[in-house]
């Protein structure tokens, strides 16, 4: 489980590049008038059933079913994963095939690429360039392939072949990007692609985050209500799993639902806290789809949450121009401020967004 506050997480792997020959893409320029996406989320949540690798394939297969072309793809029983990335809320899986292909699932979003739609590069193909910055390339006759960004190393995974990486977007134009080939005799420029491989589908397929129904969640809630909870809330059901470090210890933060509240326990090692109400009733603060929720009991200052309306797929929060994503799920969100953030609520900037992108509000905290 990775922790709620910090920088972004290392690679998941270790790149290690045995061939003589690199592929390199190199985002040289942006353009348009989208912002780049924000930072990475300081507060990370535990793997819910929903985004596991099989259930973000299928619904993958669902939305190329759903487009009416999932003849362009091997059938459903045979998406064998090749490599995959997982990082601030979006899972990235190449897909075994003659021509591999690309899922990536977020919380309530399904782009697939096109194995059509392959840019040809020299011993390398480009599969995947989305606006958002999800890059995906394979390299051919046992060469390797790797990506660095103009903006220093991001989260990813390189190896023998094949490449995953997301880089700050926006991603509008094959001139964003740059091929290289690397071998003995130095790094050869290749100049842009021909054309970005864009996604064959991009679909919304629900309207946020789903709670936490794994059976370790369940099983945290059961060992904290026995620890006690108000009988007048029960039951009381999981809606996200955080974790983070309080005193020093590793803690576990469970984020729950009960009888129109809103509550949640920390458990650490040789430690299991009673479930305490946060909140009664579950309705958000008038004028903001969201109630920000701060000095909870038993947890640290710098920890907030709180119910948000059903149409609230995502939260940021900013302070001075730096901004973070809060963790959505189940109608709750959670965070827990960087250290250079106030715990004064009314000092934080909070933008709430529905699963399509629009702003839902943007202002005060509380």
Not at 131 to 156: K, M, N, W, Y
Not at 208 to 229: F, I, K, M, N
Not at 308 to 336: I, M, N, P, S, Y
Request: hydrophobic share 45%; proline share 11%.
């Amino acid at each position: 489980m990775a922790t709620l506050r910090g920088a972004a997480l290392a690679p998941l792997f270790s790149a290690l590049i045995s061939s003589t020959i690199v592929v390199a893409i190199v985002v040289i320029s942006q353009t348009g008038g989208i912002p780049a996406p924000i930072p990475p989320n300081p507060v990370r949540p535990a793997p819910a059933p929903v985004d596991l690798e099989r259930e973000s394939l299928d619904r993958c297969v669902a939305a190329v079913v759903a487009a009416g072309i999932a003849d362009r793809y091997p059938p459903a029983e045979q998406w064998t994963p090749l490599t995959r990335l997982s990082t601030d809320g979006r899972r990235v899986i190449m897909v075994d095939a003659p021509v591999p292909f690309v899922c990536v699932t977020t919380a309530t979003t399904v782009d697939v690429s096109d194995p059509r739609g392959a840019v040809p590069m020299e011993s390398a193909s480009l599969l995947l360039s989305t606006h958002d910055g999800v890059l995906a390339a394979t390299a051919t006759d046992g060469r390797s392939i790797e990506v660095v960004t103009a903006g220093g190393r991001q989260p990813g995974f390189a190896a023998a072949r094949y490449f995953l990486r997301i880089v700050p977007g926006p991603i509008n134009d094959p001139a964003d990007l740059v091929a290289a080939v690397g071998g003995q005799d130095g790094v050869r420029q290749r100049g842009s692609p021909t054309a970005l491989a864009l996604p064959a589908v991009h679909v919304v397929d629900r309207a946020t985050a789903p709670a936490d129904t794994s059976a370790y969640a369940v099983d945290l809630v059961r060992r904290c209500s026995e620890a006690g909870a108000d009988p007048a809330f029960l039951p009381w059901d999981p809606a996200q799993v955080l974790a983070f470090r309080h005193d020093g210890q590793p803690t576990t933060l469970v984020v729950a639902r009960g009888n129109n509240a809103i509550g949640g326990c920390a458990v650490s090692p040789g430690r299991v806290d009673p479930i305490r109400t946060w909140r009664t009733p579950l309705t958000p603060t008038p004028g903001r789809p969201f109630t920000w929720l701060s000095a909870l009991p038993g947890l640290p200052p710098d920890v907030a949450a709180g119910p948000v309306d059903t149409g609230v797929a995502g939260l940021t929060v900013a302070f001075e121009g730096k901004t973070w994503h809060a963790a959505v799920a189940g109608g709750t969100f959670a965070t827990q401020l960087p250290p250079w953030a106030p715990t004064d609520p009314t000092l934080l900037v909070v933008t709430a967004f529905d699963a399509a992108g629009t702003v839902l509000y943007t202002g005060p905290a509380a």
